[in-house]
């Protein structure tokens, strides 16, 4: 029987709700697809505030490079980690209910100068973006990170060239 040594996560995903998985999977999905280690975890700004804190002030210690934080409603969690950490933070703007998720990206989006959550789009496509992000990050001191961004870019492009329209359904 052979025992396989657990990869140490190098990005921390977390959220504020079981329920923002769906949205913030897109992340993981991205971190999979590159071979990036990551580990995945809700930890509510409101409901877990010291366990909130324990994550980003153990963020370094634990060799965390990144952390993607998404949220929805009145969403401090990004905000709070990037207040307890020097780690790069990068915010997912999760819909909400009434709000469409305005309020998750004014509340991510609008930090007061010196302490910066690098904000990006609502929903899926942000969290996508976020994951992304990150690895153009590491991918500067990482050639094959560096590689497998040229060569994704590249498969979009290719992609791109081959849309007609109207769209073959
Ligand atoms: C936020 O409140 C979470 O990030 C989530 O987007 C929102 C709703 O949470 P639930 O009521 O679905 O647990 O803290």
Redesign the pocket.
Known sequence: MSVQTPVAPVVGIV??????WEVMSQAVAILDEFGVSHECRVV????MPIDMVDYGAQAPARGLKAIIA??????H?PGMLAALTHLPVFGVP????YLRGED?LLSIVQMPKGVPVATFAIGEAGAANAALHVIANLAVNDAVLTEKLIAYRARQTEAARAMRVPPVT
Do not use: K
């Open positions: 959220m504020g709700s079981s329920s923002d509510s700004a409101h409901r998404g949220a929805g409603g009145a969403a969690l999760v819909p909400s209910r998750s």
